[in-house]
């Protein structure tokens, strides 16, 4: 079937002002935020409004014999959302109407494109709360927080996307449009193939609607403990004394001295350029109980070697501190393109990790800069390559290889909230192996076995 024929059945199935030829729109929606992972301009993008949208352009690329690729805002760091040779595109960046919010069961039922800050603020005016919050929060989908199971900043005490997700409705690969889960507390009926498409990057189905578990808004009273360091090792130290002492703080972040000053040239916040570290760290326990956590966490940072530690309780300077750990990524962008690793190890092997991450820099000669959602083990090493800089990118590449392999070691795992999109694809074979490989291909076939779903992505061939 020719290009022409396959768009002007598109055409009859999607209002025509939903799809988009021109060669700007293609290669905008060619790839997301992954710039170092290859990819194809599609043959078209259709801007979905509607469920009838999607299934329409899923059944005739599969009759077409062409692949789709569903994206939300293209935030994403692995290539997950990158087109590939003979597809089409498909956005649910328009399909964003928050359906329901029940209150007394604690549930919201919010289209894909919803961005996660906005229905954090829409359930929030009932009282409710949504605690996954990536540091993308402000630009990400719900859709894509689930497509890749996205962690954020809260989750060392409150969880990841699929800890919220109660069911959800998918387009599958047959164009047919199913509803999984359920909005009950408890439920076991059947094998658990809504939290399946959680994390499976859009390769087994298109997610196009959400039911999302929801906690009360109040009773939690807000502290931040600030820990400066004079070496990546001693917050790293502070990191797994934490977590030895069995304090669970909502929040324990690690931003470096790259990122400190990437952040405040940028936009001036008043952050200090001389320490090597920070370590922000929250807590939202009410009363007595938050400032015995907040004041032990501080003489744990003190101890680990830290040389200032401060303390804050007003909402907008516990903010601003952590705006800083938001705008991080930005902020590195500017100084040239961001190779992102998203490595998770056990939290007592954090001090070693960042030990042998800046082996891998020094070794590679290149800038390696680091965030890290410190409380959970998951690091984000941040190799920074000038741009048109090939061999400074081909030693960033030989970094990231070895940052994986280093966390493979200690028993880490190679994404843990990016996904595997394409940059993983290596790490995730080595991890996983072959037996569980094969598990992974059974599952692909069962569910799209013309492979027109997001092909390459998410597990090796």
Not at 68 to 73: H, I, P
Not at 238 to 252: D, E
Request: net charge negative; hydrophobic share 45%.
């Amino acid at each position: 079937m020719t290009a022409e024929t396959v768009l002007d059945r598109l055409a009859t199935a999607v209002p025509p002002a939903r799809i988009r030829t021109d060669a700007a729109t293609l290669e905008s929606y060619s790839h997301d935020d992954a710039e170092w992972a290859p990819c194809e301009p599609p043959l078209a993008v259709v801007l979905a409004e509607t469920v009838d949208d999607v299934a329409a352009v899923v059944r005739i690329a599969g009759e077409s014999g062409l692949r789709v690729v569903a994206r939300g805002s293209g935030t994403g760091l692995s290539g997950g959302a990158n087109a590939v040779a003979d597809c089409i595109v498909v956005s649910l960046e328009r399909m964003t109407a928050v359906l329901e919010i029940n209150e007394a069961e604690r549930y919201v039922v919010a289209q894909a494109g919803v961005l996660n800050d906005v229905l954090r603020a829409t359930v929030g005016e009932r009282g409710l709360w949504y605690p996954p919050d990536p540091a993308s929060s402000a630009i990400s989908t719900i859709g894509g927080n689930a497509a890749t199971n996205a962690g954020g900043i809260c989750c060392v005490k409150y969880g990841v996307t699929c800890d919220y997700v109660l069911g959800m409705t998918v387009v599958l690969a047959d164009g047919s449009v199913v509803r999984l889960g359920r909005t009950t507390a408890k439920g076991v009926v059947g094998y658990d193939l809504t939290h399946l498409m959680v994390g499976s990057e859009g390769t087994l189905g298109i997610i196009v609607e959400l039911t999302l578990r929801l906690l009360p808004l109040g009773g939690r009273e807000e502290r931040a403990v600030v820990g400066s360091f004079p070496s990546l090792e001693t917050a790293g130290v502070a990191v797994a004394a934490i977590t030895a002492a069995g304090i669970l703080p909502s929040a324990l972040e690690l931003i470096d001295r790259t990122c400190l000053r990437a952040v405040d040239d940028w936009q001036h916040l008043g952050l200090p350029h001389e320490v090597e570290a920070m370590l922000l760290a929250k807590v939202d326990d009410p009363g007595a109980a938050g400032e015995a956590a907040a004041g032990r966490l501080a003489e744990l940072m003190a101890g680990a070697g830290a040389v200032g530690v401060e303390r804050a309780t007003d909402p907008a300077e516990v903010d601003r501190l952590f705006r800083a750990r938001r705008l991080a990524y930005p902020a590195l962008e500017r100084l040239g393109p961001v190779l992102t690793e998203d490595v998770c190890v056990p939290r007592g092997a954090v001090p070693e990790m960042l030990t042998r991450i800046q082996a891998a820099a020094d070794d590679n000669d290149v800038t390696i800069a680091n965030l890290a959602h410190a409380g959970d083990g998951n690091l984000h090493p941040l190799i920074i390559a000038p741009e048109g800089d090939d061999a400074a990118k081909a030693r960033a590449k030989a970094a990231f290889d070895r940052i994986v392999e280093d966390c493979l070691a200690l028993g880490g795992t190679v994404t843990g909230e990016h996904g595997v999109g394409l940059l993983k694809l290596p790490g995730a074979g080595d991890e996983l192996g072959p037996r569980v490989l094969a598990m992974h291909r059974a599952i692909k076939d069962a569910l799209d076995p013309r492979g027109i779903l997001n092909p390459g992505k998410a597990f090796p061939a």
